[in-house]
Nanobody, 123 residues
Framework: QVQLSESGGGLVQAGDSLRLSCAAS????????MAWFHQGPEKEREFVAA????????YYADSVKGRFTISRDTDKNTVYLQMNSVKPEDTAVYYC????????????????WGQGTQVTVSS
């Protein structure tokens, strides 16, 4: 089993920066892809970014390319999402996910999910 715990959400203004963290525990994650999804009010869960745990490959949704950066610290078993130049439309609950998969935006490929952290961006 893999346990995921997100932190770092909060209320920020448009144009600000925010860093989310996802602490992972449980079995080794060396074969797992790690991803961030978000779910805005009355919206479906959407892919944000993904990274391979060991290879450093990354994959982003077009809406966040150039603004968000996903990274991981294997020593700390933590994945980060650096959010720069945030916009009101980034307001959502952000979820961390893990799965034995190639990098994909398909939420069904990820087996483990955190509880989510709220990010609210005011205009």
């Amino acid at each position: 089993q893999v346990q995921l715990s997100e932190s770092g959400g909060g209320l920020v203004q448009a144009g600000d920066s925010l860093r989310l963290s996802c602490a992972a525990s449980g079995r080794t994650l060396s074969m797992y892809a790690m991803a961030w999804f978000h779910q805005g009010p009355e919206k479906e869960r959407e892919f944000v970014a993904a990274t391979s745990w060991s290879g450093g490959q990354t994959y982003y949704a077009d809406s966040v390319k150039g603004r968000f950066t996903i990274s991981r610290d294997t020593d700390k078993n933590t994945v980060y999402l650096q959010m720069n130049s945030v916009k009101p439309e980034d307001t959502a609950v952000y979820y961390c996910a893990a799965g034995k998969t190639y990098l994909t935006a398909n939420s069904r490929s990820y087996n483990y999910w955190g509880q989510g952290t709220q990010v609210t961006v005011s205009s």
